[in-house]
């Protein structure tokens, strides 16, 4: 469904541990001030000896990415003169206070342990005190009796992204319904009851149920009107022309590129023209919203075989590329494939160790099969130029093997609607089924509305079959 990562959504991990000591004392002012740790031992980046994985400075620890958790385990000692005064120390999670203590006790060793929750980017973890009179000082060096100086052990991790983890970030906003609404759109699907079971509904293409159904019927309703009032019109509530499309990712290159350099066509867009019908005039748009079309290309014009989703942005000023968000995909896993015109590396990434010479992908596109062959479908409506060598465009789309069927009933010479009084009895409603035909005098119609009062004639809406 998704093939990148999202703007600025890259996937991190790491797992860094590090220590903080104090090199002198430290005097605790009568407000609460953030203690400073000024000997750092933490893993080398750059030569630097502060990992920026820690995001620590000046005594606060800021979260480098969204996710990022820290395990703190300290060992403080505080001292204080000869007067009695009062102590207190604390730990804040994002200016909440999750450990603290307070002692009046001339020496005070301040120990423990906490784990944050994930944190998001930006949240802070500082440890602050103040005394009440100002004579408490935290301790900083080896005393005579060699005790360890105040420290402070850090363990910092960003676990591995999930399905779970981008299901609440880039697909958080994307409704239950949204998604069910494109998929009926894109296959035309017909939600009906469940016969057996009425906790359940059944969904299937329209052609299943209204065409090619061995369940349906043919009722003979002859002797249940009037035939002398059976008034054939045509069917003109109908449009000249229709687009099927998808949503246009305005960010999407590959897609925009395409439609700029084919005069405006849409990838993967389907237009039913039906200017044949003289009588008919207006337009309509089917979207198959919230999804996107996806053009697949080779990756590179020199790597043949190497052929991907194209789902990205690309910034001409600086002739760069980068993922953002897209509006989700459908497609067909076509299997692993295996390269012979290059091989590519792939870092060590989320929890995964990297290959340096991958020569096997595994391959998705909006066909069945790449390149192209007799029988392969499409997930897209209609038929349009494929980026070479993908192949020649296919038939079996969705326009064709769920779309046509229905409109070659409605957009026919000879398809009329009618509306007659038809004397129905309770009988007729409870058995009667959308997808079973009725027969009138020699002629076979669909049903299309029925309005049904108790004790009177019932106003029905027929459609002719052709």
């Known amino acids: 469904m998704d093939f990148n990562w999202g703007s600025d959504n890259a996937p991190v991990v790491f797992n860094s541990s590090g220590e903080l000591t104090k090199a002198a004392d430290f005097s605790i002012a009568t407000s609460f001030t953030t203690l400073p740790f000024d000997e750092m031992n933490f893993p080398l980046v750059g030569g630097n000896a502060l990992d920026a994985n820690f995001g620590y400075s000046a005594g606060v620890f800021t979260a480098q990415e969204d996710g990022q958790v820290y395990t703190f385990d300290y060992d403080m000692d505080f001292d204080r003169s000869f007067i009695s005064e009062t102590l207190e120390v604390q730990w804040l999670v994002n200016g909440v206070s999750v450990d603290f203590a307070t002692t009046t006790n001339s020496s005070f060793n301040y120990v423990g342990n906490f784990t944050t929750p994930p944190l998001s980017s930006g949240d802070t973890v500082l440890c602050q005190a103040k005394s009440s009179l100002g004579t408490y000082d935290l301790d900083g060096v080896l005393n005579l009796l060699g005790v360890t100086p105040s420290l402070v052990t850090i363990t910092t991790s960003v676990a591995q992204t999930t399905t779970d983890t981008l299901l609440g970030t880039l697909r958080g906003e994307l409704g239950q319904w949204d998604f069910l609404k494109g998929l009926l759109t894109m296959f035309n699907l017909v939600t009906l009851p469940d016969e057996d079971n009425p906790s359940n509904i059944n969904i299937e293409p329209y052609g299943d149920?209204?065409?090619?159904?061995?369940?349906?019927?043919?009722?003979?309703?002859?002797?249940?009107?009037?035939?002398?009032?059976?008034?054939?019109?045509?069917?003109?509530?109908?449009?000249?022309?229709?687009?099927?499309?998808?949503?246009?990712?305005?960010?999407?290159?590959?897609?925009?590129?395409?439609?700029n350099s084919v005069g405006g066509h849409l990838y993967g867009s389907k237009k039913y023209d039906a200017s044949g019908f003289t009588i008919l005039s207006g337009e309509d748009e089917i979207v198959a919203e919230p999804f996107a079309a996806t053009v697949v290309k080779p990756l590179m014009s020199q790597y043949s075989d190497f052929i991907t989703p194209a789902v990205y942005s690309y910034n001409p000023q600086d002739d760069t590329s980068?993922?953002?968000?897209?509006?989700?995909?459908?497609?067909?896993?076509?299997?692993?494939?295996?390269?012979?015109?290059?091989?590519?590396?792939?870092?060590?990434?989320?929890?995964?160790?990297?290959?340096?010479?991958?020569?096997?992908?595994?391959?998705?596109?909006?066909?069945?099969?790449?390149?192209?062959?007799?029988?392969?479908?499409?997930?897209?409506?209609?038929?349009?130029?494929?980026?070479?060598?993908?192949?020649?465009?296919?038939?079996?789309?969705?326009?064709?093997?769920?779309?046509?069927?229905?409109?070659?009933?409605?957009?026919?010479?000879?398809?009329?609607?009618?509306?007659?009084?038809?004397?129905?009895?309770?009988?007729?409603?409870?058995t009667f089924k959308f997808n079973d035909t009725v027969f009138i005098k020699n002629r076979t119609f669909r049903v299309n509305k029925i309005d049904y009062k108790p004790n009177d004639l019932a106003t029905v809406e027929f459609i002719l079959i052709p």
Request: net charge negative.
């Open 209 to 259: 149920v209204f065409i090619n159904n061995p369940d349906s019927v043919e009722l003979d309703w002859t002797e249940k009107i009037d035939v002398s009032q059976m008034k054939l019109t045509p069917l003109t509530d109908l449009n000249k022309s229709t687009i099927f499309k998808f949503v246009e990712d305005e960010d999407d290159f590959a897609f925009m590129n395409y439609k």
């Open 322 to 430: 980068e993922g953002f968000e897209n509006s989700p995909r459908i497609m067909f896993e076509n299997g692993i494939k295996t390269l012979t015109t290059c091989t590519y590396s792939i870092p060590a990434q989320n929890g995964v160790v990297g290959n340096a010479s991958e020569t096997q992908f595994l391959q998705f596109s909006h066909l069945t099969d790449i390149p192209t062959v007799t029988g392969s479908r499409d997930f897209h409506f209609g038929e349009c130029q494929l980026v070479s060598p993908v192949g020649a465009p296919v038939n079996s789309n969705l326009f064709n093997l769920y779309w046509l069927p229905y409109y070659n009933e409605l957009y026919n010479p000879d398809t009329r609607i009618m509306n007659l009084k038809v004397n129905l009895n309770p009988s007729d409603i409870n």
